[in-house]
């Protein structure tokens, strides 16, 4: 799944050359961590800067479920003020690959120590990009195509079994973290055939 990105200029020159630098780290971000939901950078050129350094800001904010928010800044004067402009984004996107890491390696222990409940596909609306889960006590979880990891969301349908993480939402209980661990008709626990519906508030 190709990370969502916004970029911004501002009193920056030739930012068209520095677009393909950024495109090119950001595709690297996702080799790190495959479930990157948003992506947004500013590179400017502050109308009041240091004296000595470098005078750009580059900011990267990094948006990662199940609600992990990284943030990178490099403030004019950070860097030596013979550093031209891409040197500067390469070091803030260093920055950026070494909080990734250390973010997606807390998870993967968190995992192992702590595993996910699991659940079954119950209704998938392909069009809209959101789905429902069944937990093993019959409740009924919301889950959107952002939140399954690994690029796996065109892989679910009806009775596939994943495990995910759980928060509540504005609108009910809400799947983050979704991932596939097993293959369409599997069954759980007391589970049985019925007609299954969205909680209320889900309903379109």
Known sequence: MQVPLELSFRNVENPDGLEPLIRRRVDKLEKFCDHITSCRVAVERPNQHARSGNPYRVRIDLTVPPGHALVVTKEPGDSDFHDELPTVVRAAFDAAERQLKELVDRQQRDVKTHPEPRALVVRMFGEEGYGFLKTPDG???YFHHNSVVNGDWDRLQVGTQVRFEETMGDMGPQATTVQLVDKPGATL?????????PPMGWER
């Open 189 to 197: 626990p007391g589970d049985r055939p019925s007609d299954v519906r």
């Open 139 to 141: 409740r009924e979880v």
